[in-house]
């Protein structure tokens, strides 16, 4: 089964060709073309909804057509009719204009060339970037999303069957990470470079706070971390030393009480691995640290499926073959785990 999958729910604008054997874990990335907005966004410290979306439009199509033709050098490009089986696209969350782009165009090319159109759930499909690599994951898995919208711990079954745990009450981890970046004067999006800063920190003189980490559920809140270091920062005039010291102790704080609740989580519902996906899934600390606190394999992606990309929806879409009417592809900004 081969997949020609879009995703525009922010400020990506990607087309990946994806396969896999029925029986086969692995999903093959053939092709991944993705355009980002994100230098128009650092600009500003963050989205402009509009102009992400008008940046959407004009990249769709020739990202398409680059996913397609990009296959091989020697072999002639992949068509639509001939090398396709099914299209999927990110129908949400995100934002509206944003997916639309991509929710219309899939639509046109289901409809023109009479291949199946899968809708896909986004948050989803940054757990399933894990399969790009074949993986030995095992069920029951937890899922773990942190991103810059979200923040979730999901217990999956089987590849169909999916509980939602919990998840933030307010800002999820990467938003928080990107809020306290901005006050320290970083630019957006501020996750890497307080990574980087973090690792200058070998004494930690500094501690914040890890919100809910006592609870006994699997909620998550960041907007009180956030509250305690704008605190900290306003009365003090903060040497570059001091910003990593700040970086370091925002970082463990956030990191703790996620790190806490998904091996809870897996305790509790005896899952034999932990998946985690989303933006943040990119920091190597965060890795490390889960790999020192448990003997649960702990699956990452490659860091360029952290971010958001159409290949990790292909994924999910090669795993959950469950084609929509066009009539009921919807674009839904607040689509959540249905
Ligand atoms: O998944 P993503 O690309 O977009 C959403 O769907 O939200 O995640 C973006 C988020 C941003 O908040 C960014 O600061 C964070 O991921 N991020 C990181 C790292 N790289 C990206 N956070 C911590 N450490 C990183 N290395
Ligand atoms: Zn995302």
Known sequence: MRILAIETSCDETSAAVVE?????NLVEVLTLVTSSSLPEHAKTGGIIPECAARMQLEYMLPVVEEALKKYSDQEPRLTLTQDIDAIAVTSGPG?????????????TLSYVFEKPLIPVNHLLAHLY???????????PFIGLIISG?????????????????GGTRDDAVGEALDKIGRKLGLAYPAGPEIEKRARKISNPSLRFQSPLIGADNFDFSFSGLKTEVARYIDVRDLSEEDVNEVCFATQKAAFDVI???????????????????????ANLRLKEEFLEKTEIPVFFPEKKYTVDNAAMIGAWALFNLEPSR?????????MYFA
Not at 20 to 24: A, V
Not at 152 to 165: A, C, G, I
């Open 20 to 24: 896999k054997s029925h029986d086969s």
């Open 95 to 107: 934002l509206i204009g944003s997916l639309l782009v991509g929710v219309e165009c899939a639509k």
């Open 129 to 139: 970037a894990n399969f790009t690599r074949g993986e030995k994951i095992q069920f």
């Open 149 to 165: 919208g979200h923040t979730d711990l999901l217990l999956f079954e089987s590849h169909h069957k999916y509980t939602w745990l």
């Open 259 to 281: 790190i806490k609740k998904a091996l809870k989580a897996a305790d509790k519902y005896m899952a034999r691995s932990i998946v985690v996906g989303g933006g943040v899934a």
């Open 326 to 334: 066009l009539s009921e592809v919807l674009a839904n900004p607040e």
